[in-house]
């Protein structure tokens, strides 16, 4: 208590003004990413991602619970989280060429009696063309791409330190494709996202054409065979929330999305 009336008060009144200076900053600028980030899900469109990216990195923490206190269900704020990267780094990717670049797919698109072995390098498809991952595979690699099927979670850093891809593609839930993006940037990796169509652990779905439109950004029409299909006994994309999620053109992609 003498302290605080004695020599030291002008201190303790400096670093009190300080912080409640600092508190009165971060709830501003948090005021100002929550209404730029309900602005840009209700109209769909992205305004300023250059300030909402590093923002909501930045104030993750008070972001989620801002975005509850207004009403955004989880789901909706991964969506959000996820379009942000896509169309953040969709430039970016499509400068990388595709021998630097990966893809890694989660083992729940395979079918449940997949005879698949578990090797090093991940899952090992054997094109039994009991599911289309195989069918997909095939597309991809043509393209020069080099895939994975990811059996666990560290695997993707260990494949990433071996081969040294500059870019990389992410398939999974809305959750493993936020955290696959966050590695990414972690790892000095352009990522993108492309999120399933069905959640679970076992024969989920991936619309193929946005992985294909994905993948095919910054190539070539040259590169892309002419006879680039889906694989077979696959349905269309039917999930407009899904879509949203996928990353847009390059040409959006460096904040011009915004009014
Ligand atoms: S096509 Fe490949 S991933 Fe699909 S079930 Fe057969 S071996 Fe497994």
Redesign the pocket.
């Known amino acids: 208590m003498a302290l605080l009336t004695g020599a030291f008060a002008p201190f303790f009144e400096l670093v009190g003004a300080l912080a409640l200076l600092l508190i009165v900053a971060v709830l501003v600028v948090a005021a100002v990413l929550l209404v730029l980030t309900v602005a840009s899900i209700r109209s769909g469109r992205l305004y300023f991602p250059r300030l909402l990216r590093p923002g909501l990195t930045a104030l993750e923490g008070l972001m989620r619970a801002l975005f509850k206190a207004a009403g955004l269900e989880d789901q909706e704020m991964l969506a959000f989280f996820v379009k942000l990267g896509n169309t953040m780094n969709a430039r970016a990717f499509a400068e990388v060429p595709v021998a630097e670049r990966a893809i890694f797919l989660p083992q729940c ?3 449940a ?4 072995d578990l090797t090093p390098e991940g ?1 090992r ?11 997909a ?1 095939d597309v991809l690699e043509g393209l020069g791409y080099r895939i994975f ?1 990811v059996p666990g979670s560290s695997f993707i850093k260990r494949m990433v330190r071996k081969y040294r891809p500059r870019a990389l593609i992410g398939v999974g839930c809305l959750a493993e494709v936020k955290e696959g993006l966050e590695m990414a940037d972690k790892l000095g990796l352009v990522g993108l996202g492309v999120v399933t169509m069905k959640e679970g652990c076992v024969e989920t779905l991936v619309d193929w054409t946005s992985l294909y439109e994905t993948a095919l950004l910054g190539l070539a029409p040259s590169a892309v065979p002419e006879d680039l299909h889906l694989p077979a006994h696959e349905e269309p994309a039917c999930n407009p929330a899904v879509n949203q999620d996928q990353p847009v053109r390059p040409d959006v992609a460096d904040g011009r999305a915004g009014p």
């Open positions: 698109l395979r079918n009696t997949c005879p698949a899952i498809c054997k094109r039994c063309r009991r599911c289309t991952v195989g069918e595979m099927i």
